[in-house]
Nanobody, 119 residues
């Protein structure tokens, strides 16, 4: 069992930046972030595979969000720049063996952290 603990998030005006972090209690090949806005389904935002450092981004965040890792401490970061009101959601850290981007295949979840972007 891997425990994921998120930190960061908060409220910011449109165009601003935030960073969320996730500390994992153990190693999994894939770590990522998903989000869920009110009334919407949970969706993948970004993921990274430790062995190859391959990254995946949803089209809506490409060029604005960056996922990175500190693999010595099992921490994954999501730097969010040029935030938009539509980025408002609960952001969940996710981890898995094969897939940590598709919510149907995520094995471990964080508790979620709120990100609110005002216009």
């Amino acid at each position: 069992q891997v425990k994921l603990v998120e930190s960061g998030g908060g409220s910011v005006q449109a165009g601003g930046s935030l960073r969320v972090s996730c500390l994992a209690s153990g190693y999994t090949p894939c770590m990522g972030w998903l989000r869920q806005a009110p009334g919407k389904e949970r969706e993948g935002v970004a993921a990274i595979y430790f062995t190859s450092l391959t990254t995946i981004y949803d089209d809506s965040v490409k060029g604005r969000f960056t996922i990175s890792v500190d693999d010595t401490q099992n921490i994954v970061y999501l730097q969010m720049n040029s935030l938009k009101p539509e980025d408002t959601a609960t952001y969940y850290c996710a981890a898995g063996t094969v897939n940590c981007y598709n919510p149907n295949y995520v094995q471990y979840w964080g508790q979620g952290t709120e990100v609110t972007v005002s216009s």
